[in-house]
C-alpha cells in the first residue's frame, strides 16, 4: 500500500480544510485507514480510522464532532474533513494503513505499517 496525503495549508481559527490521502496498491476489505497529527516533541496522535470497505469509523475525543472521514473508492481517497479548526490543531497530519486491524486495535499507531509522507495544518489564532 503506498499513501500520500495533501490538501495542508495556513487556515484561521473556525476555518474548514479537507485533506485527502491517495491511496495505491492492495485495497481489500482487511485494510485499514487512519489518520494521524503530530506536533514537535510529541506522540503521533490518533484521530481516526475505519476499514477500508466497512462504516464504523472510530475517532479520537479530542476531535469526534469536529473531523470525519471519507472514502471515495472510485478515486481510491480518503478524505480527513476538519471543522471548526482551532490553532492547537496546527501540526503535520498523516495517513497510514494496516492489514487485520480490529475495533480494540485501530487507534493503535505502532499497528500501522504504511504511512504517507505528511501535509502540514497551521491554524492562526
Known amino acids: 500500500v503506498q499513501l500520500q496525503a495533501s490538501g495542508g495549508g495556513l487556515v484561521q481559527a473556525g476555518d474548514s480544510l479537507r485533506l485527502s490521502c491517495a491511496v495505491s496498491g492492495s485495497t481489500g476489505s482487511s485494510v485499514s485507514l487512519g489518520w494521524f497529527r503530530q506536533t514537535p516533541g510529541r506522540e503521533r496522535e490518533f484521530l481516526g480510522g475505519r476499514r477500508w470497505s466497512g462504516s464504523a469509523t472510530y475517532y479520537a475525543d479530542s476531535v469526534k464532532g469536529r473531523f470525519t472521514i471519507s472514502i471515495d473508492k472510485a478515486k481510491n481517497t480518503v478524505y480527513l474533513q476538519m471543522n471548526s479548526l482551532k490553532p492547537e490543531d496546527t501540526a503535520v497530519y498523516y495517513c497510514?494503513?494496516?492489514?487485520?486491524?480490529?475495533?480494540?486495535?485501530?487507534?493503535?499507531?505502532?499497528?500501522?505499517?504504511?504511512w504517507g509522507q505528511g501535509t502540514l495544518v497551521t491554524v492562526s489564532s
Open positions: 497510514a494503513a494496516a492489514y487485520g486491524l480490529i475495533t480494540s486495535t485501530i487507534r493503535d499507531r505502532e499497528r500501522y505499517n504504511y
